[in-house]
C-alpha cells in the first residue's frame, strides 16, 4: 500500500492527501506556497487546509503577521488514530448492549469464550493458509490465555505458510520468539506504549483480544473498518525502527 493510499484509507481526500504530503515536503509553509506546489489556486486551499487542521493532520503558526501552515509529524498522526483506536475498545461494553440483529447490521461478532475464541484461531489456519495479516499485540496479556495452545499455534501458523508482521509492546521482548521458521517480522513499540489487547488485521476482518473486555474478543468485518486499522498499523510501522 503506498502512501496516498495510506493516507486516504485514514479519511483523507485526494487534495487533502497531496497537500499534507507537500506540507513535509516543505517543513511548513504559507498557503501559496502549498497551492503552487500541488498546482491549485491560493483560494482552493484555505478549505483543504482548514479540514486538515480539523483532522489533526496540520497545525497554523503565525510569523510576523504571515499564516504558517504546519504538517503534523507522522508518529503524532499515528499516536492520534491510536487514541481513536482506543476509544472505540473502549465502546465495544456498550455495542454488546445492543439488540443481536443491530450487531449483525453493524458486522460485529462477539466471542465470549476461550474456546471460541481457540476456534477462530483454528479457522484461521485453513481461510488465510499462504497468506499474510498483521498484529498489533501485547504478547504476555496475548499468551497468556492459553500459552500452551498460542506457543502451538505459532508453530501451526508457520506450516501453513501465513506470514506475519507484528508490532508489539516493549514488554513483549521478554518472550518474543525470534526463530525466522516462524515467518514472522516484528518491531517493538517505545515504551510509552501501553496497551492489553490484541488487534489481528486480515484481509477482510479485524479480530480484537482482551481480558478487559466483557466478551473476550470481538471481530469486525467492516470494510471501512479494515481499511482503517491497516492504515493504522502501516503508519506505526513506518514509524517504528526496526529491531
Known sequence: MNQ???????GLSKLETATYLASLKLGGAQASALAKE?????????????SLTRKG?????????????????????????????????????????IEKTEIQAF?????????????FYVNVLKEY???????????????SIDEAFFVKFRHDRAKAKIKT??????????????????????RYLPEGYKFR??????????????PDLTALAVVIAV??????FKSIFEMLWDFVDEK
Open 4 to 10: 496516498e493510499q495510506t493516507l486516504q484509507n485514514l
Open 38 to 50: 500541488i498546482g491549485i489556486k491560493r483560494t482552493s486551499v484555505y478549505d483543504i487546509l482548514s
Open 57 to 97: 493532520f496540520v497545525t497554523t503558526y503565525f510569523k510576523k503577521s504571515k499564516r504558517f501552515y504546519y504538517p503534523q509529524k507522522p508518529h503524532r498522526v499515528a499516536t492520534l488514530f491510536e487514541k481513536k483506536l482506543e476509544a472505540f475498545t473502549e465502546l465495544i461494553p456498550h455495542l454488546q448492549s
Open 107 to 119: 458486522g460485529l461478532r462477539f466471542l465470549q469464550t476461550k474456546e471460541e475464541l481457540e476456534q
Open 129 to 143: 493458509k499462504g497468506q499474510s495479516y498483521e498484529i498489533i499485540s501485547s504478547a504476555p496479556t496475548w499468551q
Open 165 to 186: 508482521r507484528l508490532l508489539l509492546s516493549s514488554e513483549s521482548a521478554l518472550m518474543n520468539p525470534t526463530d525466522k521458521a516462524l515467518l514472522r517480522d516484528f
Open 197 to 210: 489487547c490484541t488487534i489481528d488485521i486480515f484481509r477482510d476482518q479485524v479480530l480484537i483480544v482482551s
Open 223 to 228: 470494510p471501512v473498518m479494515v481499511d482503517i
